[in-house]
DNA sequence: TATTTTAAAGTTACCGATAACTCATTATAC
DNA sequence: GTATAATGAGTTATCGGTAACTTTAAAATA
């Protein structure tokens, strides 16, 4: 690989001028620049940016770590924090936890070696606050996204979880549902404890009495309700509507009740957070509290850029970026 | 940041023994080693991957370029990638082109200064060349993935395009359809060349003659055939079948035909490469040949990391992942 | 003409690791 | 008891850049 003393030497300058060349910093006459410039050309000189890093203490890179490339919402979410690294000059370093703590755990200590200058996080849960505090031991700043960890202050991304459930669980009761089921997250996970403060508020709220048999957990990520679904429908007076806490638990859902032949939304409504734009786009069918995905990625990496750069930036600045309510056909009237 | 020469000076050793410690070689008493590691453990060290690429001479991160990061095609093979990744021990260095040439030249030459191992490269099309050989010319190994592009050899994993598109083809002409519609990407990439290909070989092996007015061209990535479509349409024989290139171009004739009244597919039929994932999985609609999207991704870490590696691998190796026909209900017999 | 100023370039040390070699000890062989 | 080998650890140079300072020579000033 040629280096600046390749160049150097080809150009009959010091290393230190092609540095200054490079970097456009100190005092160089038009025509030592343009000797250096045309060798640096004919060379093909790409700049180490290991040994860059080394010397100036940072990278230029950014980490993005998500828990679930294969969801829509995390896809926009990366497009737009990539769209916003590549703004603002800034390598993007990726990373999916696939909700799982251990793999949580070696993408931060891979981002703690590269020595990264700061991380988009989205949290795979309440046990994150280990991997978070680690990259806080190491003054690595970040911005948390879509889900908040107790114990941890910090710039912070998130959507209107409780406000967005409410919204949904509203919309079904004015249809005129009663028993309305709710399969959720993991309950270490924020945004399935919000969502169900949504849920059971929305409930209070028109004075229907919350039924702890109508509510299923599950990961986010990979769903496999089918024998809780079952003892669900099961009952004596099973459920007219079904809120899935996301789009993945929503389309496992449907599948399950499809396989079952309960047709959605003639025998049973559901409606989900999360939309799944291609599918959406290709037959509007779920009626979806919709997240700005996009603005959470390019948000994110814009607080993180002011928090890396920015020195008087307030100390944990929180947005919350609304939801919103997208209605097709998934839930009928009751 | 903590460092070797910190943990040296703390457990009374020179900053040699530390290295020796952490990369287990040398020879190093069981004492000493006990010492150093107890004294890394108390300081919280985290080896510099910088300081470690510069004197390795490698980075142990791979690249992967993909050029649509929203398609699940791509975001499977993310997923597969970065699988493989892990299990070998590499970080992943994100990049999503936008099927742009410009685009893509600046993560090439963010990848060239960040001294890679390895790329995992899926061309925007034929004008990637000069990006491919620029990544030649600096000797970083690449594996190209999807698409082909004239003048480089290298080790690739591609589709069965032709062969899937026929296959496609084959299957409308036998439902009955004669006027069959193409709805293909931009000529300049390989598989929309292929996919071209075989849905004109499909035809002629049937004696239905190609219709150069049933064929329409647009860019995989961003569907806006409206006006085209207009005019397929209102021809005096219009298509009753279409076959579209990849899924986004799918979806985007199928929100058209809607948009008109047309419904898909009682007025007309539709077939696509590419699967949509959790779209089907919610509503198992569109008839697709399938890639394995995720095979490409962990198959083509494998052979980059072979290529990496081994010394004595063949030149340029050519793995065709063939497609599988997933009949569905978007088309049916005329 | 002597002195100061300024522009342009060069020197040196360092970032944090590792390779290759050297240097003490201690153990083993003759 | 001396020569040799084996063990454990340390020295030095280097990877490819950049910061901070120094040097050189020409231009400006007195």
Redesign the pocket.
């Known amino acids: 690989?040629v280096?600046?003393?390749d160049i150097a030497q080809k150009a009959?300058?010091?290393?230190?001028?092609v540095?200054k060349v490079?970097?456009n910093?100190?005092?160089?006459?038009e025509?030592?620049r343009r000797k250096v410039k045309k060798v640096m050309e004919e060379l093909n000189?790409i700049?180490?940016s290991n040994?860059?890093s080394?010397?100036?203490?940072q990278t230029q890179i950014l980490s993005l770590l998500i828990t679930d490339i294969t969801n829509p919402f995390y896809t926009s979410l990366a497009r737009g924090a990539e769209d916003g690294a590549k703004q603002y000059g800034y390598r993007l370093l990726f990373g999916n936890s696939d909700e799982d703590y251990a793999k949580e755990k070696d993408y931060v200590d891979m981002i703690l070696s590269t020595r990264v200058d700061g991380v988009l996080f989205a949290p795979a849960g309440d046990l994150s606050l280990k991997n978070l505090e680690k990259l806080r031991a190491h003054n690595i700043p970040f911005v948390i996204m879509d889900r908040a960890v107790p114990g941890i202050e910090s710039d912070m991304i998130c959507g209107d979880s409780k406000e967005g459930a409410r919204k949904l669980v509203d919309y079904l009761i004015g249809l005129g549902h009663r028993r309305i089921a709710l399969v959720n997250g993991s309950l270490d996970v924020s945004t399935a404890r919000l969502r169900y403060e949504g849920y059971a508020e929305a409930l209070a709220l028109q004075g229907i009495p919350l039924d702890e048999t109508l509510i299923i957990h599950q990961n986010y990520r990979d769903y496999h309700a089918d024998d809780h679904l079952e003892q669900l429908l099961e009952q004596p007076s099973p459920p007219t509507a079904i809120f899935a806490a996301n789009n993945v638990l929503a389309v496992g859902v449907i599948r399950d009740l499809r396989d079952r032949g309960i047709r959605v939304p003639e025998d049973i409504s559901v409606v989900c957070f999360d939309d799944l734009d291609l599918s959406s786009a290709l037959d509007p069918f779920l009626t979806v509290a919709a997240q700005p995905a996009y603005q959470f990625g390019a948000m994110g990496i814009q607080l993180l850029v002011e928090r890396i750069r920015g020195s008087s930036v307030p100390d944990s600045r929180k947005v919350i970026l609304p939801s919103e309510l997208v209605i097709r056909s998934s839930a009928k009237p009751i």
């Open positions: 690989m280096t600046i003393y009959n300058v010091s290393a230190m001028t540095s490079i970097n910093t100190g005092r160089i006459s025509e030592t000189y700049p180490n040994a860059r080394l010397v100036l203490q």
